[in-house]
Every structure is written in structure tokens, then in C-alpha cells.
């Protein structure tokens, strides 16, 4: 695999991992709250958003680039 697909699969998956640990924490405990429920209810969410999100953000990230640098006037990274 070339290094630089390489780096965007592990970016993808690390950055998938911290987004989502924050977000699925923050909304399940909005939505259950403390409760005994909370680290299964948690842990299920987390693991249903992270198959979903790390290929989202594999694939969207290189457009959300283009899109911000065409914004800016600036070339792409």
C-alpha cells in the first residue's frame, strides 16, 4: 500500500475512534443519562458509529479538503 493511502486509512481510523468516543458519549448520556444502562448503551452506540463513521470519514475527508481550500483560495493539502 502506497504511504500516503496508508496514512489516510490510519488518520481515518484514529480520527473516526476520537470523534465518535466524544460524540457517542456526549449523546447517549444527553439521552439516558448516569443510569446502570449508560456503559452498555454507550458501548453499543460507539461500535455501530465507528463502522459507520471511519469509512464516511475515508471517504469524505479528501473532499471536505478540496471544499475548504477552494473556500480559502488556497491549494489543497
Known amino acids: 500500500m502506497h504511504p500516503q493511502k496508508k496514512f ?29 444502562q449508560f456503559l452498555v448503551t454507550w458501548l453499543k452506540a460507539f461500535a455501530i458509529a465507528y463502522v459507520v463513521g471511519v469509512p464516511v470519514i475515508f471517504f469524505v475527508a479528501p473532499v471536505a479538503r478540496k471544499i475548504a481550500a477552494r473556500i480559502l483560495g488556497v491549494a489543497p493539502p
Open 8 to 36: 489516510h486509512l490510519v488518520f481515518s481510523m484514529v480520527m473516526g475512534a476520537m470523534m465518535i468516543f466524544i460524540m457517542t458519549f456526549v449523546i447517549t448520556f444527553v439521552n439516558v443519562g448516569w443510569s446502570a
